[in-house]
């Protein structure tokens, strides 16, 4: 099927499913915005991120007044910025389950509806990345979930902002194991050589290009992913991050609330 005539399908299977129905909030069921699965006192219960870093997105220490996060003045995070919708602790945390592991699609939804709203913030004034990119799963991966979380955040994403989507031009051609319970050393061990692109992908193409992605923890993938991006070209393109969750590992390695 042509990208034109599955982008038509899924607006109109979108209209059926989620705009023809009255909203419902997925977190107490009672009526939802206009447009959005989520009564307002759910939206203002969320756990918001305060102060993110402008790099990593993760919070800047309280009254240190730093531009940057320490790890970011170090440059050691490689995306240029990253915006994310809300901090990952319960019920956001939830509601990720939710989506990725419960087929519930209206939870995504509603996370990257907020995430929408963070990126007009964000960008007002300046321009937004040329092309979106969602983080790929392994194909076996895909296969036993039967959707990429990412894409689906990213597809809705390139409706409303009107930024082409890549489908297909990152590949995951190595199967990890689960980032979870891995310190940030075995993150990055776990990920080594795990994308690839296709040949179509030129490096000096684009100005700037945003990567998408459901929960960010170390950045490890993201890094992986931008080291890939940036290899071989003469002008890289700038890398965004965009993510429904911003999360951080605790001493066992484990990702907690901030
Ligand atoms: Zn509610
Ligand atoms: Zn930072």
């Keep these: 099927m042509s990208t034109r005539l599955w982008n038509s399908l899924y607006q109109w299977l979108e209209i059926v499913q989620f705009r023809l129905p009255p909203p419902t909030c997925v977190l107490c069921q009672r009526r939802g915005q206009p447009l959005r699965d989520l009564c307002q006192p759910c ?3 969320l756990p918001a991120l305060n102060q993110p870093c402008p790099g990593c997105a993760l919070p800047l220490p309280p009254g240190t007044g730093a531009a940057l996060c320490g790890q970011c003045q170090q440059g050691r995070t490689r995306v240029h910025t990253t ?4 901090r990952y602790a319960e019920p956001v945390s939830a509601l990720i389950t939710r989506f990725k592991y419960q087929r519930q699609l209206a939870a995504g939804r509603v996370l990257t509806s907020l995430l929408l709203d963070r990126i007009h913030a964000h960008y007002r004034g300046h321009n937004l990345p040329q092309l979106l990119l969602p983080v790929p799963l ?17 597809r809705d994403l390139s409706q409303a902002l009107r930024i082409p989507l890549a489908t297909g031009l990152l590949q995951r051609h190595r199967r990890t194991s689960p980032q979870q319970g891995l310190s940030a050393r075995e993150r990055r061990h776990n990920l080594r050589n795990a994308f690839a692109l296709s ?8 100005q700037c290009v945003a990567l998408v992605d459901d929960v960010v923890t170390t950045m490890s993938t993201i890094n992986e992913i931008v080291s890939v991006l940036q290899r071989g070209g003469e002008r890289p393109p700038e890398i965004h991050l965009w993510c429904l969750a911003r999360a951080w590992l605790d001493q066992d390695g484990q990702a907690r609330p901030l």
Excluded at 138 to 152: A, D, F, I, K, V
Excluded at 199 to 206: D, E, I
């Design 199 to 206: 040949q179509t992908w030129t490096s000096n193409h684009y």
């Design 83 to 86: 915006v994310a919708a809300c």
């Design 43 to 45: 939206q203002q219960s």
């Design 138 to 154: 392994h194909p076996q991966r895909l296969r036993e979930r039967g959707y990429n979380q990412s894409l689906l955040i990213a």
